[in-house]
């Protein structure tokens, strides 16, 4: 049974830091096309960063800020965000899928498993 659990969710000042943890069970990260999206309230799901193969998508609202890595030891993503603005407030979640779709992993319609979420807010 594929299970996706996200933690590492908080609040945090402008400028702050967080490192979003995303479990992976009942299957191998290394085989899947991964990603992270979020969603504010209000808002559309948004790509924020995935990892399809060799492919390695950011948003260009991240790009330089954060930054996806795959643990395949732990079998566990991570997204590391640096320089938090209040507009990276939202739920972010992971997702996964058991194809390599390249480039349009960006996109939550491509993704068939999901966690709950976490919730990220940055305020002062």
């Known amino acids: 049974q594929v299970q996706l659990a996200e933690s590492g969710g908080g609040l945090v000042q402008p400028g702050g830091s967080l490192r979003l943890s995303c479990a992976a069970s009942?299957?191998?990260?290394?085989?899947?096309?991964i990603g992270w999206f979020r969603q504010a309230p209000g808002k559309g799901r948004e790509g924020v960063s995935c990892i399809s193969a060799g492919t390695t998508y950011y948003s260009d609202s991240v790009k330089g800020r954060f930054t996806i890595a795959r643990d395949n030891a732990k079998n566990t993503l991570y997204l590391q965000m640096n320089d938090l603005k209040p507009e990276d407030t939202a739920s972010y979640y992971c997702?996964?899928?058991?194809?390599?779709?390249?480039?349009?992993?960006?996109?939550?319609?491509?993704?068939?498993?999901w966690g709950q979420g976490t919730q990220v807010t940055v305020s002062s």
């Open positions: 997702a996964a899928v058991d194809l390599f779709v390249g480039s349009r992993c960006s996109s939550w319609l491509e993704y068939d498993y």
């Open positions: 009942g299957f191998t990260l290394n085989d899947y096309t």
